[in-house]
Each structure stands twice: as C-alpha cells, then as structure tokens.
C-alpha cells in the first residue's frame, strides 16, 4: 500500500506557500489567495514544522527563499500539477476531455499570415468543449524555461539549429533579418555614423554580433521594444520579416543592405520528458491538420 506523508491540510498549506513564493511575499500574496496575512503566515510555518527546516525569510530586508525553499518550491509546484492531472486523465478514460491547456506562444506569432492557431484554438473547443485553454505570450528564452519547468504543455516558437532537447511539430516558416530606419541619413545625406545593434537574448542576435559585423546596442524585452528603438532612427535590429513589414508601414523600416537572412520553422514545441495528456494530444493533432493544409501567403514571410 502507498502511504502518504501529507495529509489534506499539508496539500493545502503546501498550496499557500507555493502561491507565496511565485507572489514574492506574503503581502502580494493575499490578494492573490483572498486571506489573511496571519493565516497565510500560518499555512507556511505549518509546512516548515512539517518538514523540519526553514523555507523562507521574512521580515524588514523583505521576502526570500532559503535554499531549502528553493528545492521544496519546484518539488512541490511539480506534485502539485501531478494532482491537479489526475481527474482530466481519469476524465478521458471514458472519453470525455477537460480540465486546462497551458499554451506559451511566442510574441506576434498571430500576425504570421501562415499562422492558424485562432482555427485550431476553436476547433479544440469544438472537440472538446471541457478543456480550458490557458495562453501566456513569451519571449523565447521564457518559453524554454516554461517548458523546462512544466508550465506549459505546447510552446509554439521557432526551432533553431543544434537543438534536441525538446520536440517539434513544424507548422510554418519565418524569416529573420535586420532592420533600420529610413529616415536614418545625416547631413547632405550621407549615411550617419553606423548605429548599434538592439539586443535581445535570441540565437540569431548572437549569431550577428559574434560575426563582427555590429556592436551590441541597448537591451530589449521583446520585439515591441526592438521595433520601437529601430523606430527612433538611432538604432537597427533583428525582427521577423511579416512583423517588420507590419510596423513598416507606419514607421518606415526597412532590411538592411546586406543584412544576413534567417529562416527557420515555427513549432509546436513540447518535453520528451514529461508524460502527455489526451488533451495535448488532441490539440497537437489538430495544430497538424490545419497546417498541413496550403498556406494562403503561398511564401514564407
């Protein structure tokens, strides 16, 4: 027979203090739980005397984990999520599919005219009306983390050279290539000083800058940030083609005279390593049949 050491009170005190952490104190965290600070503080001492070490510091130099924290918050989160996919499975056993879908999609994945997660998305609900898509837009290197970490079940986001540590489901290509100003031209017209490269921590930002071709420039979260500085004129970047021929147009960007060309696929991206549910499964398969079907730009973009 399994014998558990946690009973229904530990589950929930450990509940309260994963919610804790992932708020970053306990003052954040009672809006969040809709209870009391003292009860919150409650719940977490209940779990360190349960397990016999510190979790977390509190007091006037503010909220952290201790090591010990650190190690029960992933162990934790994980089991959690285990529990949370036990009535979903048992669900679709007798045919019937629910409970969440946790999707990560990267940043403007919808303005991709080959894109057709919208279609998908709604034919899931067709399908399976009880599944509760939950989507979070993220940048690449928070994808992986997500993935990495079990809080996400499919990331769409491009597949870039060398990597295996996941699985890919190809859906469309993109291109990549840098971007500048039109208007960026000094006196009489003649080129200003050669401007500095928008950073991001991306593949193929680091591909450019290891070429020598351009000096690192001022960070950016995203690709609204990196369109926005191209924007002002000072600075280039690297952006999708069908994103910067979106901006363009207001802004007047265009690909640089001999800017280097990257193309890769977009993805459906999920762990080898953690069990799949019947609902990815689903979902996976209609992300295939949909584009599997002709694309209507008939080109990369």
Known sequence: MIRLDFDERDLRSLRVFCNVAEA??????????????????????????????????????????????EVALKLATGALRSLERIRPEIDAVHGVLSGPLALGV????????????????????????????RIEVMTFPE?????????????????????????????????????????????????????????RPHPYVDAVLAAGGYVRGPDAGGLEAIALLVATGDYVGLLPTHYAQLIGKRYALRARRGSPSFQHTICAVTD?????????????????????????SGASA
């Open 143 to 199: 994808l992986n983390q997500a993935l990495r970490e079990q809080r996400v079940d499919v990331a769409i986001r491009g597949r870039y050279p060398g990597e295996d540590e996941f699985d890919f489901l190809p859906l469309f290509s993109e291109s990549h290539r840098i971007y500048g100003s039109v208007r960026r031209e000094g006196k009489e017209g003649r080129p200003a000083r050669e401007p500095s490269l928008v950073y």
């Open 24 to 69: 970053g104190g306990f003052a954040a965290a009672e809006k969040l739980l809709h209870m009391s600070k003292a009860s919150i503080s409650r719940h977490v001492r209940e779990v360190e005397e349960r397990l016999g070490v510190r979790l977390c510091e509190r007091g006037p130099a503010g909220f952290r984990l201790t090591p010990e924290g």
């Open 272 to 296: 080898p390593g953690r069990p799949s549910t019947h609902r990815s499964d689903l979902f996976l398969s209609i992300l295939r049949e949909f584009h599997a079907r002709p694309s209507k």
């Open 106 to 133: 990267v940043e403007h994945a919808l303005s991709h005219p080959d894109c057709k997660l919208p279609q998908a998305i709604a034919m899931l609900k067709r399908r399976a009306p009880m599944v509760q898509p």
